[in-house]
């Protein structure tokens, strides 16, 4: 299921109406009629406001996970917001070589974030990081 019948369903296992949801999100009708029917696709803040309107993951929402339990709160959200922001302003000066390298260090976090979450584990990667900066005497 993708984003647009994802949130048409929600919408109707609330049971409520395009107006009533555009009013929550502060959108208008038609823009929620465009996301539903997969014309437009909502920005991360608008994206953030339905996960916690519907009390779920925007993994679930984007059709990553068919769970849709353990919500994302709002503040979660402008964490990630910001990240994002704080990102694009601290590279836009990189070199390609650079953007390249921060390109696959960050697929290799999501890498590692899909197989810790695979496995069912958590463990804490700050620990060995630690252990390994410390100097030796």
């Known amino acids: 299921?993708?984003?647009s019948e994802r949130l048409a369903t929600l919408r109707q296992i609330k049971d409520i109406g395009q107006k009533v949801l555009a009013s929550h999100?502060?959108?208008s009708i038609g823009t929620i009629s465009n996301y539903e029917n997969g014309v437009h696709q909502p920005d991360l803040d608008?994206?953030?406001r339905f996960a916690e309107y519907y009390d779920v993951t925007i993994d679930y929402l984007l059709g990553r996970t068919a769970h849709?339990?353990?919500p994302?709160?709002?503040?979660?959200?402008n964490i990630y917001m910001e990240l994002r922001e704080r990102i694009f302003?601290?590279?836009?000066n990189l070199s390609p070589e650079s953007l390249h390298t921060l390109e696959w260090i960050t697929r290799l976090l999501a890498d590692y974030e899909i197989t810790v979450k695979s496995a069912n584990t958590?463990?804490?990667i700050a620990q060995p990081l630690a252990q390994t900066q410390q100097p030796t005497e």
């Open 1 to 3: 299921m993708n984003l």
């Open 25 to 27: 999100l502060k959108v």
């Open 46 to 48: 608008t994206l953030c």
């Open 68 to 70: 849709s339990a353990s």
């Open 72 to 77: 994302l709160n709002y503040q979660e959200c």
């Open 89 to 92: 302003l601290e590279t836009a």
């Open 122 to 124: 958590a463990p804490c």
